[in-house]
Structures are given as structure tokens and as C-alpha cells.
């Protein structure tokens, strides 16, 4: 163990953040300083770099933000808001509770917390501010309902998780987030009628008939998108990826071509999306250097060492294991993680008698957390970048969701059964 | 820091308690896959035959990056040995493409006496060009066709599938000339791909259907053996070169070793994955005649072959 | 018409440099923003194409994917060293609160003299990969696969364009004031 060079690389990164460093570039400078120092060729983290962006599963990423964009400048959102007000007005922090359940029908859907965020809060969040919630408010809840994501199947993680576990069923590990990921949710719902009733969040007055089917047919082109997504992925006509792409094909169709907005608004969408694009790319790219290096130092492997030796208890172990991905999730990129620790956690737990399908839940829900937790995670940056917020703001914001999250960790880690029931009933055992 | 204690040894030869040189070697599959279990195999095959001089440490589960990624570090130097498989390291080295071509080994005992006679080692000197070293080949078993839609015993039953396959011409070129509709998608969209019905099926060997967890979606499985790629293990011609000719050896040898140990770890995971198959009700069809499927893929060997002539025959020759 | 004072003179030079370089920095700008939107488009019309060919065509091109990729790294690359003109990449401000207006200063110093440094990184090494990667190409695009690191390389220079701009402009800033 290279404890010199893990010091340089987690110290010099920590003190650079703290002097107000972009992370980005606190990440990247103190990965090529560390490579340095172990005499691994520099150009190895240029090249962690480009792999960092270079990435299948980041593709959806710019067509979300973009159709995001063209749907806010251009008008689709507006309705969407009214529309909104027609179903959930009446109810207190109505759309508070849109937002968890937008993330747990297509959050399932984009597999990604990333895209899941860059999809729905470029249109949830504008719409909640403008409703009077807290901009943090806004931020940190579309942040933390992406978790669905990588709970609530089809689920990139899952399939990188059944992989580096030698071949766990995916079908079992599909099934068997549907039930902790709707626990999510329904804690989730509760918290925010809880903050909605507590800050006063607005319940309007209800909208008449005739007036509530005129937003409807209004806000009917902009609803398409969403079934324009669900149903694509569903026959099989496109994947997940690719339905980011025609989201974004058909917002502009409809914004440009049918409600004929000017052809150089186009112009500050595509700015616009390059910007938010900027900050998301540059942070991907670094942690991408910076993941290499910790893989390459052996950081998890080290720290499981230090904490597995401390009890055998299984329900020490499982909450040694919990703190242990929490921590791990914070400083590391999710698909990374999964990788390096699998195997190393997996026959731990095996061997206590844990099934690998509910170790894999936990490691989605546990990771989840990490993603959206500073000083790495790139759930917190998406948020940040696209709620135009700054990280202590949304971090702060955050706290409350952090610990119902733990909580239902805690029930999804102790009562097997959560994860278990379904894949156990459809797949038997 | 490998360079340098690589450096440090052959100055301070004398010396009583040396540090042992650590070596990383990259390895993409999972930890108790049968090609890790050969590289772990070959790294205490070295720790043992050098007393411990010489260290290599096998960095498991594609953690080090992607094999393309993998190959490139070690064209630098960055990282001292890999495995990887035949088709993307062709890419860099591309003679190594003739072991790609469909249904070109009668059967595996004609596939390892190729590469473990002077043809293989003849390949594997040709990645010297390209700043590695070839030291030896594993096992990856045979590819093969399967989908979610039908039986398929001859070509004629592949038209109308859209099969995922690598990106690679070679590949694309042999879906389409067996007369599927050949679709490239990265590997960790395939599942839901088919599950979803964007496309039909796939191709892959009988551990990676069952570890991909695709045999649960796509249950018609044909045994049509198209391709036998092996894997190979590579080293950095920028570490080989700090090595004294009595490690190389030694090295080389421990890679060699270590294909037995790997070929028998391939063996029982292939049964075992079959066996995981057959008990969740797949089809599994057996070709009889490889003759229509050979011919449908003729013109493959005229596009891509044409500069192999001689290797192609000298291949078929040494059945 | 008779001469103009020296002094007035040497203004009017400086204004004729401070043109020029208003409009070198206009069209620096122009092509790094416009080249990033192009690709931005042309990333989202490749993957609708791949969508159609194999729905309508049955037939999927095989540089679909490898293609939309290339785009992002090289918007990618670009649109960072964009977040560093506009300032907008992600920091953290816990110590805000205990800094002089000197050490605030001094803190911009030293961020944009780390980031020059890491521009300098890029530049050499994303050469350096791309040197490396001439042995290797992108099967599906067949394309040499040192396009991937070029924009390395390009992405570094526009931040080493960026970060002194950055200098000057609050030099200037600071004269006028
Ligand atoms: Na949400
Ligand atoms: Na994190």
C-alpha cells in the first residue's frame, strides 16, 4: 500500500478544493500530480480523461439537457406548468410530489441518475421556482428522487453490478429494486408533505372544467415528449440512449416548426446547453482521472482491509459495509465503484449468508446516495449545474434527504425481505 | 514506480533484501473469471520461480479501464502487462485479425495446435511492431449466434434478426453475410435491448451468455461456432525491455504455464454455464452441415483476408 | 492638417491594438462557441439516423455510436475551456467567509495560474496520446483513433487563451477604474 501517494492524491485534492479550486480541476491536478509522483506515465491521465467523456452511457446526457432547454425557451414548459397546476394544484406541495413521481416512472425508464436529473429537472425545476418552492428546495429534491433511477429497472448499474458479480441474474436484480425503489418514493411523498405543510407551500384554488381541458389540449404537444420516450423504449422502437436523441428531435420540431418560435432563439439553446454541458463534461472527465488513480493506488481495496477486520458480526458487517460504500461513494464515480468493490465485497457477504441480489440493491441504493454527496458525485453536479445553484447550497439542502434515504437503507439492508419478495415469487429461488 | 524499481534492480544487483519489482498487469473480466484465474496463475508462477524478486499484481474487473484503453497504456508504458482479447488488440496489430475469421478453425485441437506452434508464435512477434509483447494465448471458447425470436439451424433461418455485434467490419460483415441485420450496440445495452425487442439477439460464448444474464432473454441458442478468437496476454515492450534476459524467460514461460491452468478453469465455467442454460429451459441447436454457413461467408475472406493469403493456408494446412 | 501631439498619438495606437484585439477575442470566441453547437446538433442527428436506418432500413451503420461519441469529446473539451472564460466550472466557497479582500485576490491569482498549469497538461499529453494512438484506430468510424485526444490538445490551448485574457482583461478593468 502506497500510503504516501494516497495522502498526495485524497490532501492535495482536499486542500485545493477547500482554496476554492473548480473541483474539476482540483480533481485533475491532484491526479496528474499523484501519477507524477508514482512514475505513471502523465499522458495516462489525458487519457482518463477523454474515457471519462467517451462513454456510452453518458450519451443521453446533452440530448436531455438539450431538449430540456429547447422545452424551457421555447414555450413547452410554460403549458407543462399549467397542466401541472390541473392535477396537482389543489394539493399542498403538489408539485414537490410530480417531482418524486416523475423520477419513479421515468427515472426507471433513462436508467441513469444522471440523465435522470439533466431530463427532468431542466423542466421541474424552472416550474417549482416559478411556484414559489425554495430554489435549494427544488434542486435537492429532483436530485435525490433520481436515486429511482438506479433503483427502478432497466438500470445501467444493475447490469455493470451483474457483470462484475460473474453473472448475477439481471432479471432478479430488476425485480428486486422495484420494491426498495417504491419504498423510496413512498418516503419520499411523506417528507415532502411534511416540508410542503411546514413552509407553507401553495394549494391553489381548483381550475374549472372547461378551462382545465383548454391547458390540456395546450400542454398536449409538450406531454408527447414524455410518451414520445415511454413508449419508444417500450416496443422496442429505440433504447433508453437513443430516446434522449428523438426527445430532443421532436422538442424542436414542435417548438420551431409547429408553434413557429424564431429560429435564433435555437442559437441561445445551443449556448445555453453548452454551458450547463461545460461544467457536467469537465467534472466526468476529472473524476475519471481521479477514479484511476485511486484504483490504481488500491484506495478501496485498503479501506474494506481497514473496516472489515474490525467485527464478523453479520449486521455489524452489513452496516460496516454501508458506511464503508457511502464513504467510498462519496470521494468515487458510481460504475467505477461497482467494479472494484463487487468482488471484493461480494464473498464477504456471501459468505454471512446475504443473497448477491439484495447486496446488489444495496450497493445501487448506497452508491445512489454517494452520487448525489460532495466532494464527488456526479448526481450533486448535474444538480448544481442545472439548477444553477452552488454545491454548499444544494449539499445543505440536501441533509434532510440524505437521512430518509439512510433510513430506507437501513430497512431495505435489514429486512431482506423487501428486496427478496419479488424476484423470489416471479423467478422462484 | 515499476520503471524505477526496474531500474534500481539491475543497478544494485548485489544487493542482499532488494525491494521485489511490482509489476500491474490489467484485466477486464471479473475477479474469479478463468482468464483472471490464469493471470493469477502466471503472477505466481514468477513470484515463485524468482524467490519473490518479481511481484505481479492482477488488477481485476476492467478497473484499470476498458482493453482498448488497457492497450494503449501499455504501448506507453504505463502499465506492464494486460490481457486482452484478439479482436480489439487487432485493431493495433492487425495480422491478428486472421484469428477472427469466421469458421476458419475445423476445431478447437486445430485452434491450439495453430496457436501454440510456430503460427502463433509467429502472430504474436508481430505485436512487437506496435510496442508489446505477445507472451501467450487463453481460451475465450467459441462464439456463437443466439436470439429471442426462433430456432435457427441454417442460415437462411437468420434473415430478419437484427443481431448485436462489436463494432467491427469483421463482424458486421459476417452478421450480414449470413444474412441477419447486423447492429452495433455497446455491450451493457444489449439486455434490455432484447428484453425490449430493439433487436433479436447476439453473439457471444457460452460464459458470456449466461454471465450477461442474456440467456434470460433471448432463449434460442445455435451452436454454429462461428469464431474461436483467443485471448492474449500481452506485455509492455517498455517494461520487457528493463527485464534481464533470465526474467524474460522466465516470464514467458510462467505465460505459458499458466494457458493450462486457464484452458481447464475455461472448461469447467463453459460446462457450468451450460448447464445453467439447459436447467432454465433454452434451446440449444446443434449445427449439422457448417457447409451453407461457410459458403455464406466466402466473400468475407476475399474483403478481409486478402492480404493473409499465405497465413489463411498455412492456418488451414496445420489441421 | 497639421500633427497630431505624441501623446495623442500613442492612445490612438493603443485604441488601434485594443481594437485589433477586441476582434481577435470576438472571433476566438465566434469559432469555439459555434464549432461546440455544430457538434452538439450533429451528435443528436447521428443517433436519429442510427434510429431510423435500423428501424425503417434494417440496416444500423457501425460508426453510429463511435461517431456521437467523438462528437461529445470534442464539444466536450471545447465547451470546459468555455466554463473557464464565463467562470462557471463548479468551487466550493466554505472559506468565504474568512478571507480579506487580498487573499480573495490572491486566491483568483492562484486558481487561474493552476489552471494555466493544467492547460499546459493537456496541451502536451493530449499530443502525446494522440501520438500514441496513431498505432491504434476506431473500427467502427475506421478512423485513426488519435482524433480522440486532439481535443485534448485544443481544449488546453483555448484554456491557456482564456486564463491570460483572463489577466489582462482585469488589468484593464483596473486601469479604467
Ligand atoms: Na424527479
Ligand atoms: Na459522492
Known amino acids: 500500500m502506497d500510503i504516501p501517494a494516497i495522502t498526495l492524491l485524497l490532501g492535495s485534492f482536499i486542500t485545493l478544493m477547500l482554496l476554492k479550486i473548480p473541483i474539476a480541476f482540483a480533481l485533475g491536478i491532484s491526479s496528474v500530480a499523484t501519477a507524477y509522483y508514482v512514475g505513471v506515465p502523465v499522458a495516462m491521465m489525458a487519457q482518463a480523461l477523454v474515457r471519462g467523456i467517451n462513454s456510452f452511457s453518458l450519451l443521453s446526457i446533452p440530448f436531455f439537457i438539450l431538449a430540456g432547454e429547447i422545452m424551457g425557451q421555447g414555450g413547452i414548459s410554460k403549458q407543462l406548468i399549467k397542466f401541472a397546476d390541473v392535477l396537482v394544484g389543489r394539493v399542498r406541495g403538489g408539485l414537490a410530489m410530480v417531482n418524486v413521481l416523475d423520477s419513479t416512472f421515468f427515472g426507471g425508464i433513462s436508467g441513469s441518475a444522471v440523465a435522470d436529473i439533466s431530463s427532468l429537472g431542466s423542466i421541474m425545476i424552472p416550474m417549482m421556482r416559478e411556484k414559489g418552492y425554495d430554489n435549494d428546495y427544488s434542486v435537492a429534491i429532483t436530485v435525490a428522487t433520481s436515486a429511482q433511477a438506479v433503483l427502478i429497472p432497466p438500470s445501467h448499474n444493475m447490469i455493470i453490478y451483474s457483470l462484475a458479480a460473474g453473472g448475477v441474474s439481471v432479471g432478479k436484480l430488476f425485480l428486486g429494486g422495484i420494491v426498495p425503489g417504491l419504498t423510496l418514493s413512498v418516503a419520499l411523498l411523506i417528507y415532502t408533505y411534511i416540508v410542503a405543510v411546514k413552509r407553507g407551500y401553495p394549494a391553489e384554488r381548483p381550475v374549472p372544467f372547461r378551462e382545465a381541458l383548454i391547458i390540456t389540449r395546450d400542454a398536449f404537444l409538450g406531454l408527447v415528449t414524455a410518451l414520445i420516450i415511454v413508449v419508444g423504449v417500450v416496443t422496442g422502437l429505440y433504447t433508453a440512449t437513443e430516446s434522449a436523441a428523438i426527445a430532443a428531435v421532436y422538442a424542436f420540431i414542435v417548438t420551431f416548426l409547429v408553434y413557429k418560435v424564431p429560429i435564433k432563439v435555437f442559437k441561445n439553446v445551443l449556448i445555453d446547453s453548452l454551458q450547463t454541458l461545460a461544467i457536467v463534461i469537465a467534472l466526468i472527465a476529472s473524476s475519471s482521472a481521479f477514479g484511476w488513480m485511486l484504483a490504481y493506488l488500491k484506495v478501496p481495496a485498503l479501506a474494506t482491509e481497514v473496516l472489515l477486520s474490525l467485527s464478523s458480526n453479520k449486521y455489524v458487517i452489513l452496516l460496516i459495509i454501508n458506511l464503508l460504500l457511502l464513504f467510498l461513494g462519496m470521494i468515487m464515480d458510481m460504475a467505477p465503484l461497482i467494479l472494484i468493490a463487487t468482488p471484493i465485497l461480494l464473498p464477504v457477504v456471501t459468505n454471512v449468508g446475504i443473497d448477491p441480489i439484495h447486496f446488489g440493491i444495496l450497493m445501487m441504493l448506497n452508491l445512489a446516495i454517494g452520487l448525489m454527496t460532495p466532494p464527488v458525485g456526479s448526481a450533486l453536479f448535474v444538480g448544481c449545474a442545472v439548477g444553477d445553484i452552488s454545491v454548499e447550497e444544494l449539499t445543505k439542502a440536501l441533509i434532510p434527504f440524505y437521512v430518509v434515504m439512510i433510513a430506507v437503507l437501513l430497512l431495505v439492508t435489514y429486512v431482506p425481505a423487501i428486496t427478496m419478495f419479488l424476484p423470489n415469487l416471479m423467478m422462484g429461488n | ?319 | 492638417m497639421h500633427k497630431l501631439p505624441p501623446i495623442l498619438n500613442r492612445r490612438q495606437n493603443n485604441r488601434r491594438v485594443e481594437d485589433l484585439f477586441k476582434k481577435i477575442d470576438e472571433y476566438f470566441n465566434k469559432f469555439v462557441e459555434y464549432f461546440g453547437m455544430v457538434l452538439l446538433v450533429l451528435m443528436t442527428i447521428i443517433v436519429s439516423w442510427v434510429v431510423f436506418t435500423r428501424y425503417f432500413l434494417g440496416k444500423t451503420p457501425a460508426w453510429g455510436e463511435e461517431s456521437a461519441l467523438l462528437c461529445m469529446v470534442w464539444f466536450g473539451f471545447l465547451s470546459i475551456a468555455l466554463g473557464v472564460r464565463d467562470d462557471t466550472h463548479i468551487a466550493i466557497q466554505v472559506i468565504d467567509k474568512f478571507l480579506t479582500p487580498a487573499q480573495e485576490r490572491f486566491l483568483v491569482i492562484l486558481k487561474r495560474i493552476l489552471i494555466f498549469a493544467f492547460s499546459v497538461f493537456m496541451i502536451v499529453e493530449g499530443f502525446n496520446m494522440s501520438k500514441v494512438a496513431t498505432k491504434n484506430y476506431m473500427p467502427g468510424l475506421k478512423l485513426n483513433s488519435s482524433f480522440l485526444y486532439i481535443p485534448v490538445t485544443l481544449g488546453g490551448i483555448a484554456m491557456v487563451y482564456y486564463t491570460i485574457t483572463s489577466f489582462i482583461k482585469d488589468k484593464t478593468r483596473e486601469e479604467t477604474i
Do not use: C
Open chain 2, 1 to 319: 514506480q515499476n520503471g524505477s524499481e526496474t531500474d534500481q534492480n539491475s543497478d544494485k544487483q548485489g544487493e542482499v533484501a532488494q525491494e521485489p519489482i511490482v509489476l500491474k498487469l490489467a484485466e477486464n473480466q471479473p475477479e474469479d473469471y478463468p482468464t483472471t484465474i490464469g493471470d493469477k496463475e502466471m503472477a505466481r508462477i514468477v513470484e515463485e520461480k524468482t524467490n519473490g524478486r518479481i511481484k505481479i499484481e492482477v488488477y481485476a474487473g476492467g478497473q484499470l479501464g476498458d482493453e482498448k484503453s488497457v492497450i494503449e497504456a501499455i504501448q506507453m508504458g504505463g502499465l506492464d502487462f494486460a490481457r486482452v482479447n484478439a479482436q480489439p488488440l487487432s485493431d493495433f496489430a492487425k495480422t491478428l485479425r486472421v484469428l477472427s475469421l469466421p469458421y476458419l478453425f475445423e476445431n478447437e485441437d486445430h485452434l491450439w495446435k495453430v496457436l501454440n506452434g510456430p503460427i502463433g508464435e509467429e502472430i504474436l512477434d508481430t505485436l512487437e511492431e506496435s510496442d508489446m509483447i505477445g507472451l501467450t494465448y487463453y481460451d475465450s471458447g467459441t462464439r456463437n449466434f443466439y436470439n429471442s425470436k426462433r430456432e435457427v439451424k441454417t442460415p437462411e433461418d437468420m434473415k430478419g434478426l437484427k443481431i448485436r455485434v462489436q463494432q467491427s467490419e469483421l463482424m458486421v460483415g459476417l452478421v450480414e453475410a449470413v444474412g441477419a441485420s447486423a447492429t452495433p450496440m455497446p455491450y451493457g445495452e444489449v439486455y434490455s435491448a432484447i428484453q425490449t425487442g430493439v433487436i433479436h439477439g447476439a453473439e457471444n460464448n457460452w460464459p458470456s451468455y449466461d454471465s450477461s444474464s442474456h440467456y434470460e432473454v433471448a432463449k434460442y441458442f445455435t451452436m454454429d461456432q462461428h469464431t474461436m478468437t483467443p485471448e492474449v496476454v500481452v506485455a509492455s515492450k517498455a517494461t520487457w525491455d528493463k527485464l534481464s534476459d533470465e526474467d524474460k524467460a522466465i516470464i514467458k514461460e510462467a505465460a505459458r504455464a499458466s494457458q493450462d491452468v486457464q484452458r481447464k478453469a475455461w472448461k469447467e465455467y463453459e460446462e457450468k454455464s451450460i448447464a445453467k442454460v439447459k436447467a432454465n429451459g433454452n434451446i440449444i441447436t446443434e449445427v449439422e452441415d457448417f457447409k451453407p454457413w461457410q459458403d455464406a461467408v466466402a466473400p468475407l475472406y476475399e474483403k478481409f483476408g486478402a492480404d493473409y493469403k499465405d497465413l489463411i493456408e498455412e492456418i488451414k494446412a496445420a489441421k
